[in-house]
């Protein structure tokens, strides 16, 4: 059989098991509420935090705004900084990779040092705007390394061996105490008390090494222990409400392999964080089941992809399908905002030293999810991995998204519930931006029709 015209009868069959097969909704098998959609603050707010009050204005707008990102989750990176000098390292080395953008100021120069506060002004002036834009926002801060000074390697980017530990153990208590100061100055001189405190970054992983392209830092899960020994104490002691989560690893496996052995950290953290660069549904699951079991909350805490076009943007919007319906967070969170080049890896495209930017293909396929399943609402379980659906808080309306990844229209049947209701429904394709149709519907079989390559939002009013 000829290569199209397999494929062409693999669509019909795909199209023809949508119509035979309704995917059900049922309004009782709930699962996880969302407490909130956001985005990591690194980097991006390091350099879009230097523009005109117009432009951050319209930038924090688009991504609080309700009728825009409506993100509500906001990490902020607690840069450890590099030796000024360069003793240990290449000047700009980090440049070399990701850019001058990720060489994140720390708060301390040297270990005698005054705090300097007004160091990370950037990154600290779009957190202010967030935070009056949207008042309901929470904040948790993440180190990617300690200060240089407390570093084996003297560098930031990691120990002269990937898989080496670059924290001295002679600077733990030294480190819990650099970012429970941070945490404490945020209280007293923002009014921002940091919901969680996180004090890795995929510190189970290999790639981490000194003269990098990032702040990063290698701890064994041994050393991971043994730092939070020393945090927890300090952090209750500070009178903060802040609590610890851990610990962002890169992909559920390395998630799954550090969990099983924080069995003497559990009781010091309350909150698990993991990355999702790498996941199986099964290992979803099963990291799901065994935070659950450990009473800790779940979030997502940081991912993304590469690709090309809409194709793209849809394939990590699918793992978003994904780790929504099977890891279960109850938070999902994007790794970068603003970025120069292209439109996989941000929602929104812009020059740093022009200030010009725009909204992407990709804002529009994300805000086709965080638009309308809102902070409160609760996630159904359907089987079908191309849907998410969710209810709102007071019953009374109804959120399906659905995604469409293959090169031709398809259509997909849901059976309802039975109830007279107005639908909504918006889509993005290659040449839409969430065109939005409005449409009375009455009965139990919902028909809708998908463009190729296209996610669509319908609003089930009640």
Known sequence: MKPKLFLLLCLLLAN???????VIIDLSNKAQKI???GVSLCWWAHMCGTWSEENVDKLVDWLVSPEGLNMNVF????????DPENRNCEQHHMGKGKGIRAEMPGFKLYPDSEYDWQADSAQIRILLKIKKKRPDAVFEAFSNSAPWYMTKSGCVAGAKGKTEDNLKPESYADFAK?????????KEAYGVEFYTLEPFNESYSDYW???GSQEGCHFNVESQVEVLKVLSPLLKASGLKTTISASDETSTAHSLSVLSGYSDAIPLIAQWNTHTYSATNEERQLLHDKVMARGLRLWQSETGSGGKGIEGNLKLLQRLFDDIRYLQPSVWCDWQYVEEVGDQWCTVTGNFETQNFARNKNYYVRQQVTR????GYTILQVDHDQTLAAIAPDGKEVILVMIN????PVEYNYKLFEHPMHITQYTTDINLNMK???KAFRGKLLSVSLNSQSVSTIVIHL
């Open 405 to 408: 990844n293959l090169n031709a």
């Open 436 to 438: 939005k149709e409005e």
């Open 75 to 82: 990490r902020y990176n607690i840069g450890g900084g590099d």
């Open 209 to 211: 090494y000194q003269n």
């Open 35 to 37: 407490e909130g959609w």
């Open 372 to 375: 309308f399943i809102k902070q």
């Open 16 to 22: 023809f098991n949508a119509l035979a097969q309704p």
């Open 178 to 186: 650099y970012l429970v100061d941070v945490c404490v100055h945020f």
